[in-house]
Every structure is written in C-alpha cells, then in structure tokens.
C-alpha cells in the first residue's frame, strides 16, 4: 500500500510571504496536486511537522509550526512530530506504516539537503519503496550554492537509489 508522505511544509520555514523558499510557489501547487490525488484514490497522506526547542522557530504549537495555509490538507490519516532530520529517528512512523501495511512512500516537502535526503534514506535502508518527487521539495538559497542546485544535486544523487519523478508521472 502507498502513503504520502509531506514533511516539513511549515509557515516558519517558508518564511514571511513565502520569501525564504525560492520554489515556494510551484512546490506549494505541486503539493496540492498529490493531496488531490492522493484524495481521490484513497491513499493515506501523513504530514511530518519539525518541531524545535521553546523559544527556536519551529516552537510547537506557534504560528512558524504550523502547516502552510495553502495546502489543502483536510484530516490527513496520519501526524508525526519530529525533533530530527529524519521522520523516522524517535518517532513512531515507523511502527505506524508498518500497522497499516505501508510498503511505498512518495515523498515531498522541505528541505531538500536535511528532512528530505535523511527521511528518504532512512525509508530506504528500512525497506520501503521510495518515490522522491522530483519537482516536490525545496530549499533555501545559501551564499555558497543557490537552492535549485542543491534541488538538482539531490534529485540525481538520491535516483541512484529509488525513483525521482515529477509530480505528474506519481501514480496513487
């Protein structure tokens, strides 16, 4: 069985108006087309929340922790608050794909280089089937590389290992 997996997508991480994410416009509406999808084949969406100490950015339950208003996200079947990279280090994800016989994981979100590269390894080495959405997780520009190369860099080293397809070729 597949699940959707979203991780990250959170206000404090896009940043004031979106600005801090680069690709945040066509990430957020490529997002929305796999909840779409996803809704409508019954696959199960599960939303990882990155959560940081009292007072950081990602503080739970303060407006930075909270879901981008834009996804169309309805009573998603599963959420998993993480303090890691991984959605999988100290978390019961995996216990909660193994109870529902999850085997395949299409995975979207932010940010490339940290939540995205270490939940994708992480399903890997556990056994899942991994899909990276090619054209569905984002990151930051830095002073020493911009984000689209982070993205691309990611997106070829990863395919070394599962599928890394835009968002238009994912089947639900």
């Not at 991984?86 to 395949?104: C, M, N, Q, V, Y």
């Amino acid at each position: 069985m597949k699940a959707l997996l979203i991780i990250d997508m959170q206000i404090g991480i896009f940043g004031p108006n979106s600005s801090n994410i680069p690709n945040a416009e066509p990430l957020l509406h490529n997002t929305n087309r796999l909840i779409e999808k996803a809704k409508h084949t019954n696959t199960p969406i599960i939303v990882v929340q990155h959560q940081s100490s009292k007072g950081g950015l990602l503080e739970f339950g303060s407006d930075n922790w909270k879901i981008h208003p834009q996804l169309n996200l309805n009573n998603p079947a599963l959420l998993i608050y993480k303090d890691k990279g991984s959605a999988f280090h100290g978390t019961t994800l995996h216990k909660e794909l193994t109870d529902r016989e999850i085997t395949d994981l299409i995975i979207c979100g932010l940010q490339t280089e940290y939540c995205i590269d270490s939940t994708c390894r992480n399903a890997y080495t556990l056994g899942y089937n991994v899909t990276l959405v090619k054209d569905g997780h984002g990151t930051l520009n830095y002073n020493h590389l911009p984000a689209n190369k982070i993205i691309e860099h990611h997106n070829i080293v990863l395919s070394d290992y599962f599928p890394v397809v835009n968002t238009n070729e994912i089947a639900m």
